[in-house]
């Protein structure tokens, strides 16, 4: 089938994270993919996933409603995963979490899109601390005003190789003779990436009488400080796990946040402090036909790059 006779998938910030694991989904379904965004470079690298012409890369930052018009315009299926961890300048979670999605929401509405997915966070709420947190709630208002029938995944922390969690710490972990622990007593439920492209399609898929909201968690609920210990005992890296006072964190992240990388933020402080794991008043991977996979099947197979060099091996 030429790629002018298949229909059209456009997904916004495709060519991050989970986009790498969505795409080839997309393709066994017999789409089109036009992976947009700001860095159509950073696109190109998906077009081996499938033949030539099925993933098309397109140049639609959020802040040109015409672009990302053109990037929609004829498309059956809109996917928005723009998600940033961290703000480059102050504004940043608002622009791609608030109004970036109602742009997409309204164009695809007035493009005659028939479904539309758009990932959001647990933490999501327009009363939290964090900066992130109620800018993914701004986000949620946003969509279900532009596009009432889109459907919402909350999931907890991401985890795959490629994931900004695990290999964080672990990569910490390798540099620093301790591990800091800072809310170690917070609560996550780590999801495994392939398991949210999975949901995406699946809420592609949903009867108009579904529930639009759903929260996504693995089938672990462990605390930061037990994440901790698991990243040392994956890589056979010893260091001991030290609490870190709130202040003296805080203090820390106002220095790193103005690094290169940041590798931590206030805000990001924030988030720690905050529990990120199902509520149980939504549904979930069972409401979508999915059993979603534990970190032992995925996880130690990539954190085995931080650990020292075995003896003959």
């Known amino acids: 089938m030429r790629s002018d006779e298949r229909r059209i998938a456009t997904v916004f910030g495709g060519a991050g994270f989970i986009g790498r694991y969505l ?5 066994r379904q017999g789409f089109t993919v036009r992976v947009a ?5 950073k696109a190109t690298r998906l077009k081996p996933m499938g033949n030539p012409g099925f993933v098309v890369p397109i140049y639609a930052p959020l802040s040109d409603a015409a672009a990302v ?5 004829g498309a059956e299926v809109v996917v928005n995963l723009v998600g940033i961890l961290a703000e480059k300048t102050s504004g940043d979670f608002n622009r791609a979490h608030g109004t970036g999605p109602r742009v997409i929401a309204d164009q695809a509405s007035r493009a005659g899109v ?3 997915v758009h990932i959001s966070a ?3 709420s327009g009363t939290s601390k964090s900066g992130y947190g109620r800018s993914k709630a701004a986000g949620e208002v946003a969509v279900a005003a532009g596009f009432p029938d889109a459907v919402i995944l909350r999931p907890s922390i991401v985890f795959g190789p490629e994931d900004q969690f695990f290999n964080r710490f672990a990569g910490l972990a390798l540099m620093s003779p301790v591990m800091p622990v800072i809310s170690g007593r917070t609560r996550f439920q780590p999801v495994y990436v392939g398991d949210i492209a999975e949901a995406i399609m699946a809420g592609l898929a949903l009867p108009p009488e579904a529930p639009r909201l759903y929260e996504l968690g693995g089938p672990e609920v462990l605390s930061f400080q037990q994440i901790l210990a698991y990243i040392l005992k994956q890589t056979g890296l010893h260091r001991p796990l030290v609490s870190i006072p709130a202040g003296l964190a805080r203090l820390q992240a106002r220095v790193l946040e103005r690094l290169p990388g940041k590798l931590l933020t206030t805000d990001q402080l924030e988030m720690l402090a905050q529990d990120n794991v199902t509520s149980g008043l939504v549904p979930g991977f069972d409401s979508l036909g999915i059993t979603p ?3 032992d099947l995925v996880v130690p197979a ?3 790059r931080y650990g020292r060099p075995r003896p003959n091996s």
Do not use: F, S
């Open 293 to 295: 996979r534990p970190i």
């Open 37 to 41: 965004g700001r860095d159509t470079e």
């Open 302 to 304: 990539y954190l085995a």
């Open 69 to 73: 018009a053109r990037a929609i315009q």
């Open 122 to 124: 647990i933490g999501a």
């Open 114 to 116: 028939k479904r539309m």
């Open 23 to 27: 795409v080839p989904h997309l393709l």
